[in-house]
């Protein structure tokens, strides 16, 4: 993987996609192909979600599957194949007030005529370096993409709002039992949501507990929770451990210049990936909270760079409309 120190910081570009996962890679392919000469600045652990994720089963055109990281790999070398350009760096700075419109990594800075800001949403993570070693081994952060693979097996899943509800029913149509962990006993989640996981029968809650430790050498095989009311510790036999307790867009750099909603995500205008500033485009999970799929990401990737290439050939219009207006 080239380093990207010999892109060129001086030209105005098209548009620089910053982020290099399934919407940026995706959205630099249709760019690239449009002959918009596309700068991914793509973050130095690009790959996004899926590079902490095994087996993806969902991806249309895979019928055996394909481990996310290949995916990602395969996504960037089409995007590659047309003439992209990469810096594996992350942006640091980005000037959004005028343009051309302004992106730092350290002290270099580039410019272009557009933006599309695909910079994703990590999953929270609870931070235990079992949890982090198990990864992709029966640890997972999304039941959708996952439950299959726990076809009449036990599975654990942790979190209490409605993310933890959604992800416990849906793996009991799999799983023969799912434990839902939660650290109050209280629940975030809506009543509707929690209602239809207690009425399910395969789901058992443990209240008031936190997971200290996943088990397992190689593969998940259970967790320790801990009682925070009673200090009790419990082992809770499992071979898939599903955290759920939220996601977090990664959408700092963007605070003051990009309109966000109240959890962070980006707000884009009606069915287009176009923020608030003219030119700037957003697709993938920094926009989209709902559906986090590698096909969806793909698919508002594409969007926005289709978005990007319209709104540059109208404002070259203008321009040139303005041009050949006749002086007053
Ligand atoms: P959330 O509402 O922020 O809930 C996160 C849950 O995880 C909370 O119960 C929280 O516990 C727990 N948690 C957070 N950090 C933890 C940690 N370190 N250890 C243990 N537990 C931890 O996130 P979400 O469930 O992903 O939902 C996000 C938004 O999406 C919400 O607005 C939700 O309504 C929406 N959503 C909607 C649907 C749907 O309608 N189909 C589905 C999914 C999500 P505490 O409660 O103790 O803070």
């Known amino acids: ?28 392919l249709y760019a690239a192909r449009a002959n918009m000469d596309p700068l991914v600045i793509e973050g130095i652990s690009w790959g996004g979600q899926l590079m902490i994720t095994s087996d993806v089963e969902n991806y249309p055109g895979y019928p055996e599957g394909v481990l996310g990281p290949e995916m990602m790999q395969e996504f960037r070398k089409q995007a590659e194949r047309f003439g992209t350009e990469f810096l594996t760096d992350d942006v640091t700075k980005v000037d959004f007030s005028e343009r051309p419109f302004r992106v730092w990594v350290g002290d270099d800075e580039y410019r272009a005529e557009t933006v599309i800001v695909a910079t994703g949403a990590n999953a929270r993570q609870l931070g235990l370096e079992s949890e982090r070693n198990l990864q992709g081994r029966g640890v997972s952060y999304c039941a959708v993409c996952d439950a299959a693979f726990f076809r009449e097996k036990e599975v654990v899943v942790v979190g209490g709002g409605d993310s933890a509800m959604e992800e416990a029913t849906f793996l009991a149509k799999f799983a023969s039992k799912v434990t839902l962990v939660h650290r109050r006993d209280a629940f975030r989640a809506s009543q509707i949501m929690t209602d239809r996981a207690q009425a399910t029968d395969t789901i058992e809650f443990v209240l008031d507990s936190v997971v200290e430790e996943v088990l397992g050498d190689g593969l998940v095989t259970g967790v320790v929770v801990r009682n925070v009311k009673t200090d009790e510790r419990t082992e809770i036999p499992a071979e898939g451990f ?40 957003a697709a993938g999970d920094v926009q989209d909270h709902v559906y986090r799929q590698a096909v969806t990401a793909a ?15 109208a404002e070259r219009g203008r321009l040139a409309d303005a041009l050949a207006a006749p002086r007053t």
Request: hydrophobic fraction near 40%.
């Open 1 to 28: 993987m080239e380093s990207g120190n010999a892109v060129n910081a001086t030209d105005v570009r098209e548009v620089i996609v910053i982020g290099g996962a399934a919407a940026g890679y995706t959205a630099a």
């Open 242 to 281: 599903f955290v759920a307790i939220g996601h977090d867009p990664t959408t700092e750099l963007f605070k003051g210049q990009l309109d966000m909603d109240e959890s962070g995500y980006l707000v884009t205008k009606g069915k287009t990936t176009e923020t608030n500033v003219p030119g700037v485009f």
């Open 299 to 313: 698919g508002s990737g594409c969007m926005a760079a289709l978005d990007a290439e319209r709104w540059l050939a």
